[in-house]
């Protein structure tokens, strides 16, 4: 009798065979409690984020070896293959490739975002009503192989769509969007690739307040109130200048080609009723597998900012956020746990009765309450708007609007309640002195 999905005996025998356990929403984070003195001063390079970029991979690879043509080969006509109904025809010929002659972490990524791609393309070509509840193991094999190889989930990521999938036209030119483009790409053209490259400078804009957070553990690590304080200061600014680089969604992202286009290609198959028993990966496992779609709650940038603020949010929120932890990097997850491990920085403001740290932490979460704020308003247009517009036409585009997730984010949320949450805790952090 084979174990039941849920059941413990299930997921252990599951992570025995892929090297990485099925998505399940009780997953817990640990706090980790170490000594002050044990604690060695943060570094970004430990973690494998880079001074420059961030969380982005820099420069990503656009090539892989030539063993693996035929995968080139469908990732680079995926939008016609997907738009002509034949690219599920096209992956049942591919070869069975062994992952073997990927030599590097970077071609591992390259691989990794090539098999998400497909992937996505093979289950909702013929959209939601038609999901492909099989892969077939000469595309599930390799992609499990090279997703337990770099620890993170078999289905299209935050680190895929974003981190990897990116370059520049001249790389001596400063990143903007003029500048970028993307790898690979779904149906939905210059609002997709809008979508993908405004999230790719969001990531960039988000660097210097990276840097300050480092900055600003160090300074509680080695105590330096100035140096403490001019952290928090340009956290804040760079914080606003999320919020504004966001704003570009507006400029080139059509809201009704990213509802009813390009949010289908990022659904998953966890909490998504158009797959409510998730997806068979062919020579993987005999039952369904569940995980959970594209979310921008996988950008490790505000789970580092939440832990350093010491943003506590409600329950439910903080079960999915821990959830959207597993579909990071190793080494971006290993980042936000050593910041949650560090002395907290609350604690340290309030013991030292400093006015001006106590100013500058409070206008860092208020400016983060705004982005979050604007964040409603993004999602507002993009996701419940142009819903109720959907509703009142008949559908145009291939392959359709996702009906079951119509008030859901990809990542399976019910998201202006989720994201309302989430903004309405950040502000609870606002700090008193008689606190």
Known sequence: MLPQPGS?????????????????????MEPQSQNLKTIPLLSLGRFHISEEYGFLLPNPLKELPDHYRPWMEIANKLPHLIESHQLQAQVDKMPLLTCQFLQSYREQRLAHLVLSFITMGYVWQKGETQPKEVLPRNLALPFVEVSRNLGIPPILVHADLVLTNWTTRDPERPLEIR??????????EESLRGFILVTVLVEKAAVPGIKALVQAVNAILQPSQNSLLQALQRLRLCIQDITRTLGQMHDYVDPDIFYAVIRIFLSGWKDN?????????????PEPL??????????????????????????????????????????????????????????????????QLLTAYNQCVEALAELRSYHITVVTKYLITAATKAKGRRPNYVPGPPLA???????????????????????????????
């Open 179 to 188: 500048n970028l483009d993307v790898i690979f790409s779904f149906p939905g």
């Open 8 to 28: 413990l005996v299930y997921l252990e025998s599951l992570s025995l065979r892929t090297g990485f356990t099925a998505d399940t929403s009780d997953k817990i």
């Open 290 to 355: 569940k995980y959970s779609g594209g979310s921008a709650a996988q950008s490790t940038v505000l789970h580092a900012f939440d832990e350093f603020l010491g943003i506590c949010h409600s329950k439910e929120s903080a079960d999915f956020l821990h959830r959207m932890r597993e579909y990071m990097p190793p080494s971006h997850k290993a980042f936000i746990e050593e910041i949650h491990s560090t002395p907290s920085l609350r604690d340290h403001i309030l013991s030292s009765g400093n006015g």
């Open 405 to 435: 997730l119509e008030e859901r984010g990809t990542g399976g949320t019910v998201v202006l309640s989720f994201l309302k949450s989430v903004r309405d805790k950040t502000l609870e952090a606002i700090l008193h002195q008689s606190d």
């Open 273 to 285: 009723p158009a797959m409510p028993v998730g997806l068979i990966y062919e020579g993987v496992s």
